[in-house]
């Protein structure tokens, strides 16, 4: 196990600083050529046609489509998880996990040490003994400045073919029907079949690696036939890739010509995360936050109330969501660039975590995003001004400590 490298420099003018003007000169905002080839330059990665999407919106269907296909593996089974708990969802894949093994299936899961803390020893070692290979990223016994850093993502790759990432980790809050409602978590997480996926696998394996595991051969992703989706891969890790990431973010936002609609779990963001959707309501961009109205991390709400009066001045509606605790992590642009993964809009999400997320280019997921994240906001309570500003002293108080705390969430 090695340092976090240092991070490596990504040119000014490609920058989360500067990116928006840049994109946003582009004649046909976000269906505009050129912001793809922005991102992928941006990024150092090819943007993958070819590709087939079914967003979730459901943990229960989420969880039937990947052990379906992990029922369906030949050959391998990647599967990382912040969350791999050892309850009925996390048991269900364990047997779907050691079945494939039983077949033949080369399988390995990683999961983070600090996320699965609650997770039994025994459960680790029942997959080793159906001959899966496990590893914790950073464990407690490893270096203490390792500990820190935490790899956050949440991805099932299955013969290269099918990739999953979202905000789903592996457990009954995620997804259950014997859960009541409020306490299912709402959230999103998508499945894509084509050559995202063999990049998925290259993904994993750093990960992997990083975590003490061998080093499996990788494969070439084809560009694919130019038909489907177009996906590009935003992955990130202590060290690597957030300023590519941020600065991707930014180009959408700057590239959004009507609509920029955001839900986040964890809002506790840089201050110019508010530059930037404030400069797209003054193009006259409907930029919309669908935020937790509860959360399982009150202190992180509380820092994301501390930004609240600066955006609602300048003319970002929020909304905070009520009937479940919201756990999405998404954006959508004009309805054709569409974004989910497991990246935050906090700091730990850009300075402490392995992040991964899909940017799909694709009018049909971005249909589906706008109606969905509509039906959330209607049930949402929208934040307004004049009471906002009415709110009582204590709270401000908590904001604002709050706020000052969030480097360090």
């Given at each position: 196990?090695?340092?976090?490298p ?7 003018e490609l920058?989360?600083v500067r990116i ?5 000169a582009?004649?046909g905002g ?10 992928a330059q941006i990024?150092?990665?090819r943007?993958?046609s070819g590709?087939r999407?079914?967003v ?6 989420a969880?039937d489509a990947?052990?379906?296909d992990i029922a ?5 089974v ?6 791999l708990?050892?309850?009925?969802v996390?048991r ?9 093994a039983?077949r033949g299936?080369?399988?390995?899961v990683?999961a983070?040490?600090?996320?699965s ?5 025994a459960?680790?070692?029942?997959l080793?003994?159906?001959r899966?290979?496990?590893?914790l990223?950073?464990?407690f ?8 850093f935490r790899?956050?993502r949440?991805?099932l790759v ?15 809050e995620?997804?259950?029907s ?5 306490r299912?978590?709402?959230?999103t997480?998508?499945?894509?079949e ?6 998925m696998?290259g993904?994993?394996?750093?990960a ?6 061998d080093?499996?051969e990788?494969?070439?992703?084809s560009?694919g036939d130019?038909?489907g989706?177009r996906?590009l891969v935003?992955d990130?890790r202590?060290?690597?890739g957030?300023r ?5 973010l930014?180009?959408i936002a700057?590239?959004?010509?009507r609509?920029?609609w955001?839900?986040t ?9 508010c530059?930037?959707?404030?400069r ?6 409907d ?11 009150k202190l ?8 609240f009066?600066?955006?609602?001045a300048?003319?970002v509606?929020?909304f ?5 605790v ?12 569409s ?9 730990r999400?850009f300075?402490?975590n392995?992040e991964c997320n899909?940017a799909i ?10 109606r ?5 906001t209607?049930?949402?309570?929208e934040?307004?001004?004049?009471a906002?500003r ?5 709270h401000?108080l ?10 360090l969430?």
């Amino acid at each position: 196990m090695s340092a976090p490298p240092k991070p490596a420099r990504l040119p000014r003018e490609l920058s989360a600083v500067r990116i928006g003007e840049v994109a946003g000169a582009l004649a046909g905002g976000v269906t505009d050529p050129g912001l793809a080839d922005l991102l992928a330059q941006i990024q150092g990665r090819r943007i993958r046609s070819g590709n087939r999407v079914r967003v979730f919106f459901e943990g229960e269907a989420a969880f039937d489509a990947m052990v379906e296909d992990i029922a369906r593996a030949s050959s391998e089974v990647l599967l990382e998880s912040y969350i791999l708990k050892d309850d009925a969802v996390g048991r269900r894949f364990a047997e779907a996990l050691a079945a494939a093994a039983a077949r033949g299936v080369e399988v390995r899961v990683l999961a983070d040490a600090f996320g699965s803390m609650a997770t039994r020893s025994a459960f680790w070692r029942s997959l080793e003994a159906a001959r899966v290979a496990v590893r914790l990223y950073h464990p407690f016994s490893g270096p203490l400045r390792f500990l820190p850093f935490r790899d956050h993502r949440k991805i099932l790759v299955v013969d290269r073919r099918a990739s999953y990432t979202g905000g789903m980790n592996i457990g009954e809050e995620y997804g259950s029907s014997v859960l009541p409602r409020e306490r299912v978590f709402r959230d999103t997480h998508t499945r894509v079949e084509g050559p995202t996926a063999a990049e998925m696998a290259g993904v994993f394996r750093g990960a992997w690696v990083a975590a003490g595991g061998d080093r499996f051969e990788e494969t070439d992703p084809s560009d694919g036939d130019g038909t489907g989706a177009r996906i590009l891969v935003l992955d990130s890790r202590p060290g690597r890739g957030a300023r590519e990431v941020s600065a991707a973010l930014a180009a959408i936002a700057g590239a959004a010509r009507r609509r920029l609609w955001m839900t986040t779990a964890y809002f506790a963001p840089r201050p110019r995360v508010c530059n930037v959707l404030g400069r797209a309501v003054a193009r006259g961009v409907d930029v919309r936050l669908l935020l937790p109205g509860r959360t399982d991390v009150k202190l992180v709400r509380h820092a994301g109330h501390g930004f609240f009066s600066r955006l609602l001045a300048r003319g970002v509606r929020i909304f905070e969501y009520v009937p479940a605790v919201l756990h999405a992590k998404t954006m959508v642009a004009d309805a054709s660039v569409s974004v989910i993964g497991s990246s935050n809009l906090d700091f730990r999400s850009f300075e402490r975590n392995a992040e991964c997320n899909f940017a799909i280019f694709d009018a049909e997921v971005g249909a589906a995003m706008e109606r969905r994240f509509q039906e959330d906001t209607r049930e949402a309570a929208e934040i307004l001004p004049p009471a906002w500003r009415r709110r009582p002293a204590v709270h401000r108080l908590g904001d604002a400590v709050a706020r000052r705390l969030a480097p360090l969430l």
